[in-house]
């Protein structure tokens, strides 16, 4: 495994430069996860020697109702991933790693996993629009949408950058966003393992029975 101090500044730092245009096809373009941790393991985990606070989000699901995200996943094994619904690669990508590696869980361990998707473009994912789209994944994925401004601070707090959408060249709206999974442990309720767009399916389904008793994987 790799593990690695991160400072927070150091993050924020790196975060303009290390973002993750989907669709961009500039693969120049890695997640700040690259960045900062150490070389060498060939691993896809890296465990925070100082863990993330969980975000003090509440935003709204895909019903339309409030959702309290450090409530409502108290005490819960949790990954959030902050991304949309309009990507044509990373996104859908990193959920549907995630969607096959839960279902290796007991059953058990599959109803006590919160996975949360955070859009990072509200304007479009409204909460219809984001049940739509997680339903083809796994429907007890959550899905949370809002004010723009409060989803960029909750993503902020965990050393993601995502910017508003623009247009491209061609017209093309197109999200700019960190691509980091962030795991919550069920014991401390703190971040204290990072993924980046590299990891596979493979990985979180090695990592996740670990996740789940909020081990180091």
Not at 167 to 193: C, E, L, M, W
Request: charged share 25%.
């Amino acid at each position: 495994m790799r593990k690695k101090t991160y400072a927070m500044a150091a993050l924020f730092a790196a975060a303009a430069l290390t973002l993750s245009a989907c669709g961009s096809g500039d693969d120049s373009n890695k997640p700040v996860a690259d960045v900062s941790a150490e070389a060498g393991s060939g691993k896809a985990a890296t465990v925070l020697d100082n863990p993330f606070e969980k975000p003090d989000l509440v935003l709204t699901d895909t019903t339309g109702k409030k959702y309290d995200l450090r409530a409502r996943t108290k005490g819960r094994p949790t990954l959030v991933y902050f991304g949309y619904t309009h990507c044509p690669d990373v996104c859908p990508l990193t959920m549907n790693n995630l969607a096959v590696a839960k279902k290796q869980l007991p059953k058990t361990e599959q109803d006590k996993l919160r996975v949360v998707f955070v859009t990072t473009d509200p304007a479009r994912d409204t909460p219809a629009a984001l049940g739509t789209w997680l339903k083809g994944i796994d429907s007890d994925f959550i899905g949370l949408t809002g004010d723009f401004a409060t989803i960029q601070a909750g993503a902020r707090s965990l050393g993601i950058t995502i910017e508003p959408t623009t247009k491209d060249k061609n017209g093309k709206v197109v999200s700019v966003h960190g691509t980091q999974v962030i795991a919550f442990s069920p014991k401390t309720d703190a971040g204290y393992v990072l993924y980046g767009e590299g990891a596979t399916v493979d990985d979180y389904t090695k990592d996740l029975p670990k996740i789940a008793e909020g081990k180091t994987p």
